[in-house]
């Protein structure tokens, strides 16, 4: 059974192949697993092996091929016929001698694609150099363009149903939070907080689960919350000590990300309360920008004045475009907020707001994920916007 109504895959399915014709393409191989899930609905933990879905103009249905004994993911997962799910042999399985893609390439030859223009996503986190040179030697008489992100600019517009999905995972979220504020403590193991964090995720709510989220509890303490992703260790948390965190709560694979910082302890240091309310004050004139018809330069630039007098600087982008993600990133690489990006901004995107401050020995994280609307913006957790303080 899939996620979604079958009309709303074939809208995306449909605004995928406009897409396809507008760049001449006749073919697209997707191998990003996020980009399967958007366009099928194929949702299983298989992207440790080849895999693709293949969209071609002339085929009603894309053709979706991974492991044979992954085809069951696919029926329970994803809106395709029978015919249209192909799976290979295990012989196949990272073999020395043999690769998928050659599998691949016989059920596009057996399909009339073999001299067809067609589009890879050169990008994709899991899509190797030797499966592009056995898709290339496989079809030797196709002509080969780079797709990468075609289907990720589909995605940023996102639909009711993708948005109540989201807005779900920001109340895991509010939930995931709570559980690691109140698990630091003097003396607790890094380790013991994000098995809270874990067991928030996955329990979400009793009314529904949460999913596992395409990046692991980032906790960065003491003079390692200077570096912005880091994971977890056996170290235990000490007095007078500033601990960034970014999380996430995800929903059928949609996420909801959020970041804050907690201080444990009483005093802390005035350049860290100072750069908290600089930074909070930014998030708020960045949020406030955010509107349909203005560009991610401009909403980025709100953020960049409202700092400007502090003498803070910040070198990284203060937002980007996400929602449906897999290891290794919940992003979806397309829009960002920062110069030179003048995408406009359009109701029913969704972006994750961060406005982190990393310096030499110290920093301080905030953030807040939302979806775009008529006339600005809502934000998808109602956390207090603040340093966190916990003596």
Not at 53 to 77: N, Q
Not at 281 to 296: F, Q, W, Y
Request: glycine residues 6%; hydrophobic residues 40%; aromatic residues 8%.
């Amino acid at each position: 059974m899939t996620l979604f109504e079958k009309s709303e895959y074939l809208v995306r399915l449909e605004r995928t192949k406009d897409r396809m014709e507008k760049a001449g393409l006749e073919v697209l191989i997707v191998t990003d697993p996020a980009n399967m899930n958007y366009l099928t609905g194929y949702d299983a933990h298989t992207y440790y092996v080849e895999q693709a879905v293949i969209v071609a103009l002339d085929a009603d249905e894309p053709l979706w091929i991974s492991r044979k004994m992954d085809v069951a993911c696919a029926r329970f997962t994803t809106w395709l016929s029978p015919e249209n799910l192909l799976g290979w042999p295990e012989e196949l399985v990272q073999s020395r001698l043999k690769h998928p893609m050659q599998f691949l390439t016989a059920a596009m030859q057996a399909r009339g694609w073999g001299r067809k223009t067609i589009g890879i996503e050169m990008d994709a986190p899991h899509f190797t150099p030797r499966s592009y040179e056995v898709i290339k030697s496989g079809l030797p008489d196709a002509k080969f363009e780079d797709a990468r992100l075609l289907v990720s600019w589909v995605r940023c517009l996102k639909s009711p149903a993708e948005i109540a999905l989201m807005k779900k995972a920001g109340v895991i979220m509010e939930k995931v939070m709570q559980a690691a504020i109140d698990g630091i403590n003097v003396g607790v193991r890094e380790c013991d907080v994000v098995a809270d964090v874990l067991h928030a995720q996955a329990s979400g709510t009793d009314e529904y689960d949460g999913d596992y989220a395409s990046f692991p509890p980032l906790i960065c303490a003491g003079e390692k919350a200077s570096a912005p992703h880091l994971t977890w260790t056996s170290d235990r948390f000490k007095n007078e000590l500033s601990i960034n965190l970014e999380l996430a709560a995800a929903v059928k694979r949609y996420h909801c990300p959020l970041s804050r910082t907690i201080y444990l302890g009483k005093n802390p240091s005035k350049q860290l309360t100072d750069t908290a309310k600089w930074t909070v004050d930014g998030l708020n004139a960045e949020l406030a920008a955010i509107k349909p018809g203005v560009t991610c330069e401009e909403v980025d630039q709100a953020f960049r004045k409202s700092i400007a007098h502090t003498g803070i600087t910040k070198e990284s982008r203060s937002g980007y475009s996400m929602g449906l993600g897999y290891p290794p990133d919940w992003g979806e690489h397309t829009c960002c907020m920062r110069p030179g990006d003048r995408t406009i901004i359009q109701p029913n995107m969704t972006f994750h707001i961060i406005t982190g401050i990393w310096m030499d020995t110290w920093g301080f994280e905030i953030s807040e994920s939302l979806v775009v609307t008529e006339t600005g913006c809502e934000t998808l957790t109602h956390y207090p916007r603040q340093l966190i303080i916990k003596g």
